[in-house]
């Protein structure tokens, strides 16, 4: 029997297939759409789950909460989840000494920022090239460079925290910018729309939008350990 989580990660699934599809026949554009639904998608289906694990909500009633909670609102469901993600991640992993002052940091940290479009617009291979660095940075374990929400990650932790962390990074760092990317190439009402969509099917900027892919890429991928992460998490809690 599929859960609304289940649903949730099989649909964000079909939207990353239909990534790699479009990206295949030269077709960025539409596939950054469908990069953000796979991100929205994925956000949902890892909240569905904490609601019925932490929250105990009756699986019935997840998917009308989330519908009257986000609607399709990106940026809502990303802010959310990521501060529950992180919160229960605290709550577990880090000694009590250093508890408060983690939370407190969560505050100024959560919820991914939208860059204007004339910036995303400009800057677009600076933007997306500090976002893949980082993500480097946590993929070969570098983390000196890095700001204090990813500084929880160290070397010692699992290697299952770790992938829950990044997923948390990737999912801040490129909501905000492919709310703008989805919005601007969906809908071409005014002069920034078809400079964007030019922008993403520039051949200068394709090694750029290729490292947005690998990203979603990843963090569909990420989707289970996250719950199974959630289950350790609570049950760690608990005892």
């Not at 940026?75 to 880090?94: F, G, W």
């Not at 699992?158 to 492919?178: A, P, Q, W």
Request: with cysteine; glycine share 2%.
């Amino acid at each position: 029997m599929f859960r609304m989580y289940d649903k949730l990660y099989e649909a964000a699934k079909l939207d990353f297939e239909s990534v790699i599809i479009l990206n295949e026949n030269n077709l960025p554009a539409p596939a950054i759409y469908h990069c953000a639904q796979a991100v929205e998608k994925c956000s949902k289906a890892i909240h569905a789950y904490y609601m019925i694990k932490l929250q105990h909500v009756p699986r019935r009633n997840v998917g009308d909460r989330l519908r009257k909670k986000y609607g399709d609102n990106l940026l809502e469901s990303t802010k959310e989840i990521v501060k529950s993600l992180l919160e229960l991640y605290i709550e577990s992993e880090v000694t009590q000494d250093r508890k408060k002052g983690e939370l407190k940091k969560l505050e100024n940290i959560v919820g991914p920022k939208i860059p204007d479009i004339r910036k995303v617009i400009r800057h677009f291979d600076v933007l997306v090239n500090v976002i893949y660095s980082r993500y480097n940075f946590l993929i070969n374990e570098k983390y000196d460079e890095l700001d204090p929400i990813e500084q929880l990650i160290k070397v010692e932790i699992s290697d299952m925290n770790k992938k829950y962390l990044r997923y948390s990074y990737i999912v801040l760092n490129l909501s905000g910018m492919l709310i703008q990317l989805e919005e601007y190439s969906r809908y071409p009402m005014n002069d920034l729309s078809y400079d964007n969509i030019n922008l993403l099917n520039n051949i200068i900027n394709k090694s750029e939008v290729n490292r947005i892919f690998i990203m979603i890429d990843d963090l569909v991928g990420l989707v289970p350990g996250v719950w199974e992460q959630i289950d350790y998490f609570k049950n760690k809690i608990k005892k």
